[in-house]
């Protein structure tokens, strides 16, 4: 049985989506990731760091999103050489409410820190540029940002921005939308509401190329394909939460 939650944009509210395994950065609201590039980073201490995952840091993937994983205890271990005993970068050991599970976690300037259920992919060392889908301000925690879920909501507006291209109607809407995937490549099942019964696939990738994100999105179904370019609105500032949900007219070949 295939199991649905509503997207996290209210544009979106008709769409359902798998639960994705989650990671969690943490950055203040008044300063930008440009600025924290700048910031040395003097790591953490394995101990350090092992109190930082608990709670809700990060989701650990779970069949049901409506009971998110909950750490209790987590034992970490430096990666590489250490620095007066510090770490740039973890392998840790979380308990929570479901067993354990494996944590990367990479220290980042400022005392900040990323951890992710899904490997240091997902934690870029260098500081994202304007765009990123990774940056965002979830409800309800801010200004926390969680870059895999940040960039599986930004894939969901990129893709509705290249139907409305690719059929070129533009108050296509998606429904019954199944999305998976985590760093920066998803794939989600959907239908139309214009077609009912008629469902696509569409594989979502993002790339930075020549210091500018980019979404290539290829689509196929109803005995058709086609292959979408798409770009975020260039007005998204340095560290900014990225908007792919406006920006330039997509390019699409079938």
């Known amino acids: 049985m295939r199991l649905l939650r ?3 944009h209210p544009a979106l509210s008709s769409l359902g989506a798998v639960s994705l395994a989650a ?8 300063r930008s990731f440009s600025a924290l590039s700048v910031t040395p980073v003097r790591g953490l201490t394995a101990e350090a760091m092992a109190a930082k995952i608990h709670g809700n840091v990060p989701q650990i993937r779970i ?5 998110p994983s909950t750490i209790t205890a987590t034992l970490c271990h430096g990666l590489g050489p250490p620095h007066d005993g510090r770490y740039e970068t973890f392998r ?7 067993g354990t599970s494996t944590v990367w976690a990479r220290a980042l300037p400022g005392g900040r820190f990323c951890a992710s259920a899904t490997g240091l992919a997902a934690c870029p060392a260098a ?3 304007a765009g990123d889908p990774r940056i965002c301000s979830l409800q309800g925690a ?3 940002a969680d870059p895999n879920e940040c960039a599986l909501g930004e894939s969901e507006l990129a893709l ?3 139907m ?4 070129g109607d533009p108050t296509w809407l998606m429904r019954n939308a199944t999305c998976t995937g985590s760093n920066l490549r998803f794939r989600c099942t959907f239908s139309s509401h214009t077609a009912y019964g008629v469902y696509y696939t569409s594989t979502i990738a993002f790339m930075l190329a020549g210091g500018r994100w980019a979404a290539t999105i290829a689509t196929s179904g109803a005995g058709a394909s086609s292959v979408c370019s798409v770009e975020p609105d260039p007005a998204t500032a340095a560290g900014a939460p990225s908007l792919w949900g406006s920006g330039p007219v997509p390019v699409c070949t079938h």
Not at 23 to 30: H, I, K, M, W
Not at 92 to 98: H, K, L, Q, S
Not at 164 to 167: I, L, V
């Open 23 to 30: 990671v969690v950065l943490l950055f203040p609201a008044s």
């Open 160 to 162: 509705v921005r290249a």
């Open 63 to 67: 069949g049901n999103a409506s009971a």
């Open 164 to 167: 409305k291209t690719n059929f």
């Open 142 to 144: 801010p200004p926390t």
């Open 92 to 98: 840790c050991r979380a308990t929570w409410n479901g």
């Open 6 to 8: 509503a997207s996290r």
């Open 127 to 129: 500081a994202p540029r």
